[in-house]
């Protein structure tokens, strides 16, 4: 009987990775059901435990991300080791950015060990405004190296949007493009965790969901503050939140609102248009892909300076979407999306394949 070995992210209360360690193996398992593919077994890699604790604007604790990455691996290699790791076994890394990949492929090419690796991808160099791609600006030599001897030590490389695996692509140009799959990410758990939120009252907060991080733009909304008086603009991760109080927030949200320069799917937008609120976001990115005829112009939020001249055009269409809203309608349009894009149907077709 094979094994479907997980490596999970760690949980962190603000992102979604919490949900994850909880929700992935339940889906998992309930696919296999569906499909009547019991001869499978989910298996979740052991890991050390972290205190939960994020940097201001960061999405890992990029010390204690190495500690329990590290862990997952020592864990995995004892059970190469004894053997329970078997052939026809598959390993996937809920995160692409691990050092394990390399590690997992290096063990199975010289014990012969017929092993499939499958790898998701969140983030990386590769993305100029993403974190480690501002950071490592001087240098990616190194990390575009590693990015892509990842992608090619993977048998199967997974992208939520149409929009990143191009990115992906057009940058690091692997040798190969084959392994590539657009399959959404698995979080069709979504609409019964934010069930009926989108009936709540009142609808009075315009919600800022992201990292208050510089690829963000978070002070364009600032910016726009004043002009929204009847309203609480709040930016949701400006404080430390429980899971239960942020979602209390999008339950709040007539508006949800971004000027993100860097986004490859859009988690927070999805979960406040689960609770009704409308997505204001730009015509780029996967934003375009996804939300389409939603969308502002991208020229509007091109930078902090950019936006100024912008401010009217962008009260009015902020004014706007909060006189048409909808609750019911954006929550309809949502569960839509969803079905493409926070579904993981596509992924666990392509992990259990023959």
Not at 103 to 127: E, F, N, P, R, T
Not at 168 to 188: D, Q
Not at 280 to 298: F, M
């Amino acid at each position: 009987m094979p094994s479907l070995w997980i490596f999970d992210i760690e949980p962190h209360e603000q992102r979604y990775t919490s949900e994850w360690q909880t929700y992935l193996p339940q889906q998992l398992n309930d696919y296999l059901q569906k499909k009547n593919l019991r001869s499978w077994n989910v298996k979740v890699v052991p890991s050390a435990p972290t205190s939960g604790k994020l940097p201001k604007g960061a999405f890992l604790n990029f010390a204690e991300t190495n500690v329990y990455k590290s862990s997952q691996v020592s864990a995995f290699a004892a059970e190469v080791q004894n053997g329970v790791v078997k052939n026809g076994d598959r390993v996937l890394f809920t995160d692409a950015w691990h050092p394990g990949v390399i590690q997992c492929k290096y063990m199975a090419s010289l014990l012969h060990l017929d092993v499939k690796i499958d790898v998701m991808w969140h983030a990386g160099s590769y993305d100029a405004n993403d974190l480690l791609g501002q950071r490592n600006k001087p240098n990616k030599a190194w990390s575009y190296a590693f990015e892509k001897s990842v992608f090619e030590a993977a048998d199967r490389n997974y992208f939520a949007t149409e929009y990143h695996k191009k990115l992906f692509l057009s940058e690091i140009k692997p040798y190969t493009k084959r392994s590539a799959r657009v399959v959404g990410w698995p979080m069709e758990y979504l609409p019964d965790l934010l069930k009926d939120r989108y009936k709540s009252t009142p609808k009075d907060v315009i919600l800022f969901p992201h990292r208050m991080s510089v690829e963000k733009q978070p002070q364009i909304l600032r910016d726009l503050t004043p002009y929204f008086a009847s309203h609480n603009v709040i930016f949701a991760q400006s404080m430390k939140r429980s899971k239960a109080e942020y979602h209390d927030l999008l339950a709040r949200s007539v508006i949800c609102f971004s000027a993100s320069k860097q986004e490859t799917l859009g988690i927070g937008t999805y979960e406040a248009m689960l609770c009704g609120a409308v997505p204001i976001v730009p015509d780029k990115l996967s934003y375009t892909e996804i939300y389409g005829k939603l969308c502002y112009p991208a020229s509007w939020a091109q930078n902090i300076e950019k936006a100024k001249p912008h401010t009217h055009q962008f009260v009015k269409f902020i004014q706007q979407a909060i006189g048409q809203n909808s609750p019911t309608d954006m929550h309809k349009t949502a569960l839509k999306i969803g079905k493409i894009y926070f579904s993981g149907g596509a992924l666990y077709a392509e992990l259990f394949r023959r």
